[in-house]
């Protein structure tokens, strides 16, 4: 057994297909091609990228970026073991070695310098240089690299430079269309077809809201968080108000426009 054996997806994830995405992710793998997933909060990139390591057979380790994230997080450090300083692989090393994906969430949100360290792993080269320990570690055969960002939070100050962008194959993800996004939550959280159809009326109301005071309208992922809680028992306002509304916005007139939103579409 590899290292990252442990990392493998032995059932197969619930996704539901909506456009090619499958289709290009499998020729982008073909060719070892970085793919980046665009898209916004909880519209299915993740689970996307399970369902496509699981199709794939390959392991799947997952770095959630953040601002505090640096260069060794992602590559590795030397450790205090008794007796020595060892080494210690980080999760991009690891899957660099064992042939895994490698996918690195909201890389935005990494620091510029952290996110310069996979450009040689996106080129002809699919190499890692280990600085620290100087060793330049060749991709495994099977190695692919998938990031993920939400264009709706570019600024000036997080955004992924030309040079880094163009390095990858894109796939764009939104949200499904209704009778499609209402089919995913009824399966994702057990309520029937007709009550997920009403969360999905909800949430494309709420979605108009954006730009008017919203950043993000409902996303499937806090439909589902509904659904469930419809299905524990809450009334759908009350699910839709602790799954959706609260989390969305502290914004007393807005909550009150979405209030207004689940009795139209909820009762």
């Given at each position: 057994?590899?290292?990252?054996?442990?990392?493998?997806?032995?059932?197969?994830?619930?996704?539901?297909?909506?456009?090619?995405?499958?289709?290009?992710?499998?020729?982008?793998?073909?060719?070892?091609?970085?793919?980046?997933?665009?898209?916004?909060?909880?519209?299915?990139?993740?689970?996307?990228?399970?369902?496509?390591?699981?199709?794939?057979?390959?392991?799947?380790?997952?770095?959630?970026?953040?601002?505090?994230?640096?260069?060794?997080?992602?590559?590795?450090?030397?450790?205090?073991?008794?007796?020595?300083?060892?080494?210690?692989?980080?999760?991009?090393?690891?899957?660099?070695?064992?042939?895994?994906?490698?996918?690195?969430?909201?890389?935005?949100?990494?620091r510029q310098d952290t996110i310069v360290i996979i450009h040689p792993l996106?080129?002809?080269?699919?190499?890692?240089?280990?600085?620290?320990?100087?060793?330049?570690?060749?991709?495994?055969?099977?190695?692919?690299?998938?990031?993920?960002?939400?264009?709706?939070?570019?600024?000036?100050?997080?955004?992924?430079?030309?040079?880094?962008?163009?390095?990858?194959?894109?796939?764009?993800?939104?949200?499904?269309?209704?009778?499609?996004?209402?089919?995913?939550?009824?399966?994702?959280?057990?309520?029937?077809?007709?009550?997920?159809?009403?969360?999905?009326?909800?949430?494309?109301?709420?979605?108009?809201?954006?730009?008017?005071?919203?950043?993000?309208?409902?996303?499937?992922?806090?439909?589902?968080?509904?659904?469930?809680?419809?299905?524990?028992?809450?009334?759908?306002?009350?699910?839709?108000?602790?799954?959706?509304?609260?989390?969305?916005?502290?914004?007393?007139?807005?909550?009150?426009?979405?209030?207004?939103?689940?009795?139209?579409?909820?009762?």
């Open positions: 057994m590899t290292a990252v054996d442990s990392f493998r997806i032995e059932t197969e994830p619930y996704y539901r297909p909506v456009g090619d995405e499958v289709a290009v992710f499998e020729a982008a793998y073909q060719h070892r091609l970085p793919v980046m997933l665009k898209g916004p909060t909880g519209c299915g990139k993740t689970r996307f990228l399970e369902y496509m390591a699981w199709r794939l057979r390959r392991p799947l380790v997952t770095v959630a970026a953040h601002e505090d994230m640096t260069a060794a997080d992602m590559i590795g450090r030397f450790l205090l073991v008794p007796g020595e300083m060892a080494w210690h692989d980080g999760p991009l090393t690891l899957a660099v070695r064992g042939g895994a994906i490698c996918y690195v969430d909201e890389i935005v949100e990494a996106t080129d002809a080269r699919r190499m890692l240089p280990l600085e620290k320990k100087n060793e330049l570690v060749a991709a495994h055969p099977d190695f692919q690299l998938t990031i993920s960002y939400n264009p709706g939070y570019q600024s000036a100050v997080k955004d992924l430079k030309e040079s880094t962008r163009q390095r990858f194959v894109a796939i764009d993800f939104g949200y499904p269309a209704p009778p499609v996004e209402a089919e995913i939550v009824a399966c994702e959280s057990g309520i029937d077809p007709g009550r997920a159809a009403t969360l999905v009326e909800f949430a494309q109301r709420s979605r108009n809201l954006r730009g008017q005071g919203l950043e993000e309208g409902a996303s499937t992922r806090m439909l589902i968080h509904a659904g469930r809680l419809m299905l524990a028992g809450l009334s759908p306002a009350a699910a839709a108000q602790a799954a959706i509304v609260l989390p969305l916005t502290d914004d007393a007139e807005l909550r009150e426009a979405l209030a207004a939103a689940i009795a139209a579409c909820l009762g």
